[in-house]
């Protein structure tokens, strides 16, 4: 298992001053600053994932618990018809982010908002989030990254006119967060809500 690289930065900021401490004879704080900075790595863990190659399936994008499934309420969605999956992160699950469905990034957005918990309806509308936008043989795959309470960052990786496939990751999410996928109607979908997933392994739906 590795660290993502956005974990570095707040990692050295706890094991640089433990150092410190230990170095000046404060073996105290050294280990509470020690601990703190294995329980970030431990957030910012991303574990090998085995994505399944079945074609028109699509995994889930996070790790965490089904919030809702269904028809997607037009007023928080983006315009059109869409089928809707929420996965809620809490801050103990991984939070390295893959794309759920293979197919050539057409539209990236990143929105500025609010910072509700990322379990309320309207989080989804209203947060701080970043949205990709997937096209695969005509068809529109969209999946929202969207900011917490706890988290107020999420960083992607992905461009307009990159080709990405089914389970590679794009990006993660800082401190417990929400993702939202939207599919195109008619999507057989196959979590309900209070479901565990695993990012880039669970089966979520299947597009026909």
């Known amino acids: 298992m590795t660290i993502d690289r956005a974990g570095w930065p707040f990692i050295g900021a706890a094991w640089l001053p433990a150092a410190a401490c230990l170095f000046t004879g404060l073996p105290l704080p050294a280990i509470g600053l020690a601990i ?24 889930s994008p996070a790790d965490g618990k089904v919030l809702s499934t269904g028809q997607a309420d037009p ?4 315009e059109g018809a869409w089928e809707q999956i929420s996965i809620f992160l809490s801050p103990l ?19 500025p908002g609010k910072f509700l918990p990322a379990y309320r309806d309207r989080a989804e509308a209203e947060n701080e989030r970043n949205e990709v936008w997937v096209e695969y043989e005509g068809q529109t795959i969209v999946f929202r990254q969207v900011v917490g309470a706890l988290a107020r960052r999420v960083v ?4 307009v006119g990159d080709s990405v496939q089914t389970g590679e990751r794009f990006g993660i999410m800082k401190f417990g967060s929400r993702m939202d996928v939207f599919l195109p109607a008619g999507t057989d979908l196959l979590v309900t809500a209070g479901d565990t997933v695993r990012g880039g392994e669970t089966i979520v739906a299947r597009i026909t």
């Not at 992607?156 to 461009?159: A, K, M, P, S, Y």
Request: hydrophobic fraction near 40%.
């Open 156 to 159: 992607c990786r992905v461009r």
């Open 36 to 59: 703190l900075g294995v329980a970030l790595g431990l957030f910012f863990r991303d574990p090998v994932r085995h994505p399944p190659t079945e074609p028109g399936i699509v995994v």
């Open 75 to 78: 007023t928080l969605a983006p």
């Open 93 to 111: 699950d991984v939070h390295v982010n893959r794309v759920p469905h293979e197919g050539r990034v057409t539209r990236v957005d990143h929105v």
